[in-house]
């Protein structure tokens, strides 16, 4: 209980040194990282330059120019704690440096701040972001930053109504968030799992303080707070700038639009929202228009849902984007998460019939609409008798390039076989050599008696698989259980032997028969291929579709993994307006599957105008990692009989990994949709795309060719991916396939 002080005072002056040493503990236990206190305890670590300017700052902390003067005297503090000296206070003199510019920021209305000021501002932001986050990532932004200032303020003064500068500057922005964002994320989870611990060991904390813990941790970090608001108010003015708005669309879902409730989800995943959709497609409720705050490359849409509007970025030439279009469904992102919430709002709200319609200017419009039924709400129906084609008979274990066109193998192989053919020897775009395990080896190999208990297990896990009906969701377990039963089974007798020899005369390998690891490995890689039957989104596809157990059948194209500096995929039509005056063309660095697999960022995307050759780049890349190629330089991908076909895009669905990626056990746990690899920082401040001029309109104009040829082999529009090496120039196209209407 507080006491109150009744005595009278009493003069002891003894006692003067003794209280003024009881007021410095105090002040250094409770005042933490006060600039005032550190500097006073550090002062003599210090040299008379660093001191001096430390003094100025501390008798001019409210001046406009202190926030960005501590950051300066932070980065001249950096030596000294790194080098161990003045210990804690060092440190906590370097907090209250970051505290004063975090105040700074956050005193200021950022929205009324001009483009100059917040541009600048940025520039600090991630000045002292790179000291505080030791993060290579954040330096790179930074250096990027720095270029772009330099441009604007440079000899052919680029700036603000140059659209080629904000598409640079837009580009690193985007980076520079992603970058942030990430750390942020990686950072909340980590601190969730602590919290987690104490609530563990503390049942009576509130669940909601748990749930709250880690985003209010990331909210304390100047470092990720001030830069992420100063980014969340810049960015529309560059997107602006580089004539991009605020939406970008995949998929238009029709003239009319897309009508449905409006409902808000955190994934396309959320159980709940599964179990909503589910709901919607038996025709017990509306149709959805889902605002979803995190789409990834290997997600589906489910039946049910009629629109999905997302502050993620979707490429326009991604397998999800491609899947939306061929379900007829809205895909939206919108890069302004506030505009997004306020069209929901003026829409009525969450819960609120509204439809989701996508004007000619590329900007989609939610308004409210009566709660009628709606065509999209009844599209899985109309899919539900979807059989697939019936291969020939299993013509051995594994076919060269001549046995391509057979119908033993998948349309990947196939139509490779016909573009090697059509665009013969000395052709200026190059077709990779391979050999497939054709349909029919699988089931080959599970009939084996050496794989017995692996036939009985899969004969379990799909039955049970089977027995979900259309409830919501993925049976999850029973398909785990499935993939793991094909990731044991044992190659039969005859099959190393075969696809060694096959291998050998096609040029993809020689050392097969001998090389008892490498064998190991393209087995492993193999049955990941064939496991991922029963991946989750595959599944769910095929439930959709209507379309029985046993009609899909699965080869795999062995390949070597083509030399890639740059990965493109290029459709002959615009696929959102149907425009057939230019090839679209997106890119990245590394390989396809950050494109392919939509993660996060920006892909260079640009047109490419037909008559004349010439691109016109629309976007420049600013995702955060780049696929490179890891293990032994070869590659598995799934080739299967329900892809590419009329009504049922099936893109991406089924795996294609790199030999020597993972183990069995591993991939064939859960679809990952990264070829096996996990994608690594490329470096945007040294970027060519980026930064050299013509660059990337070289890129896509190349991409761009190779499609042209590709047109002329098949004789009609397609959708081809390939690599480019740079800056030779050198194109090779992986995959070709007719562009689906």
Not at 223 to 228: D, R
Not at 273 to 299: H, N, Q, T
Not at 620 to 630: D, E, S, Y
Not at 714 to 741: H, N, Y
Request: net charge negative; hydrophobic share 45%.
């Amino acid at each position: 209980m507080s006491q109150p002080i009744t005595h009278g005072p009493m003069y002891l002056p003894h006692m003067y040194d003794a209280f003024k040493g009881y007021l410095w503990v105090l002040k250094r236990c409770h005042a933490g990282a006060d600039l005032d206190v550190t500097l006073d305890a550090v002062q003599g670590c210090l040299d008379g330059e660093l001191l001096s300017g430390l003094r100025d700052l501390q008798a001019n902390r409210f001046e406009w120019w202190a926030p960005g003067r501590a950051v300066e005297l932070r980065e001249a503090l950096a030596g000294n704690y790194w080098n161990g000296n003045g210990g804690r206070d060092m440190l906590l003199l370097d907090a209250a440096l970051e505290d004063m510019f975090r105040r700074g920021v956050e005193a200021q209305n950022l929205c009324s701040v001009d483009s100059d000021g917040l541009a600048g501002l940025l520039h600090v932001a991630l000045r002292s972001a790179g000291i505080s986050l030791s993060s290579g990532e954040v330096e790179d932004a930074r250096d990027a930053w720095s270029r772009v200032l330099e441009d604007r303020g440079g000899k052919d003064g680029h700036g603000w109504g140059d659209s080629a500068w904000c598409r640079r500057a837009a580009a690193v922005a985007e980076r520079a968030a992603l970058v942030i964002g990430g750390i942020a994320d990686e950072l909340v989870l980590e601190a969730q799992e602590h919290c987690k611990a104490f609530k563990k060991a503390q049942p009576s904390i509130d669940d909601a303080y748990v749930e709250a813990f880690g985003e209010e941790l990331v909210r304390a970090q100047p470092a990720l707070f001030s830069t992420a608001n100063i980014l969340r108010a810049l960015m529309p003015r560059l997107r602006e700038g580089a004539g991009l708005g605020p939406w970008d669309v995949a998929s238009t879902g029709g003239p009319a639009g897309a009508r449905g409730e409006i409902y808000q989800s955190p994934s396309l995943v959320d159980e709940a929202f599964l179990a909503r959709a589910a709901e919607a497609e038996a025709g017990r409720s509306p149709p959805l228009v889902a605002i979803v705050a995190s789409v990834g490359g290997g997600d589906d849409v489910p039946p049910g849902v009629a629109a999905v509007l997302t502050p993620s970025t979707i490429d326009l030439l991604s397998h999800v984007a491609i899947r939306a279009r061929g379900q007829g469904i809205v895909l939206a992102s919108c890069a302004d998460a506030a505009l997004l919430d306020a069209d929901a709002d003026a829409a009525g709200g969450i819960g609120s019939y509204a439809n989701a319609r996508v004007e000619g200017t590329g900007v989609v419009l939610v308004a409210s609409a009566p709660a009628t039924e709606s065509a999209t709400g009844s599209r899985a129906a109309a899919q539900k008798s979807l059989r697939l084609p019936t291969p020939p008979a299993f013509p051995g274990w594994c076919l060269g390039p001549e046995g391509f066109m057979s119908g033993s193998v998948g349309a990947k192989a196939g139509n490779l076989g016909r573009l090697a053919a059509a665009l013969g020897a000395g052709a200026d775009v190059a077709v990779p050599c391979g050999c497939a395990i054709p349909f029919g080896a699988f089931e080959e190999c599970l009939a084996d008696p050496i794989n017995t208990s692996a036939k009985t297990a899969l004969t379990a896990a799909v039955d049970i698989a089977s027995a979900h009906g259309n409830a919501p969701g993925a049976p999850e377990a029973a398909l785990a259980d499935a993939r793991a039963a094909v990731a044991s089974l044992a190659s039969p007798a005859g099959l190393r032997a075969e696809v060694s020899r096959v291998a050998a005369a096609a040029g993809v390998s020689s050392t097969l028969a001998e090389d008892d690891d490498l064998w190991s490995d393209v087995w492993t890689a193999v049955r990941v291929v064939w496991a991922s039957q029963w991946g989750s989104l595959a599944w769910l596809a095929r439930r959709a579709a209507g379309t029985p157990e046993g009609d899909l059948h699965m080869s795999v194209l062995l390949q070597p993994v083509a030399t890639c500096s740059y990965a493109f995929v290029a459709h002959s039509h615009d696929p959102v307006t149907g425009s057939k005056d230019a090839v679209v063309v997106e890119a990245v660095p590394g390989m396809g599957e950050a494109l392919v697999a939509a993660h996060p960022g920006r892909a260079l995307r640009a047109s490419i105008d037909r008559a004349t050759g010439a691109a016109t780049v629309v976007a420049l890349p600013a995702k955060r990692g780049a696929v490179r190629a890891v293990g032994v330089g070869l590659m598995a991908r799934s080739d299967s009989n329900g892809e590419d076909l009329e009504g049922f895009a099936g893109a991406g669905l089924y795996e294609s990994i790199q030999v020597g990626a993972a183990d069995a056990a591993d991939a064939a746990d859960s679809r990952r949709g990264d070829g096996g690899a996990l994608a690594e920082p490329w470096p945007i401040a040294s970027e060519p795309l980026v930064w050299e001029g013509g660059a990337a309109e070289a890129v896509a104009e190349a991409a761009g060719r190779a499609l042209l040829l590709a047109e002329k082999a098949f004789g009609g529009p397609q959708d081809v991916e390939g690599c480019i090496e740079w800056p030779s120039g050198k194109v090779t196209l992986v995959q070709a396939r007719p562009q689906l209407e």
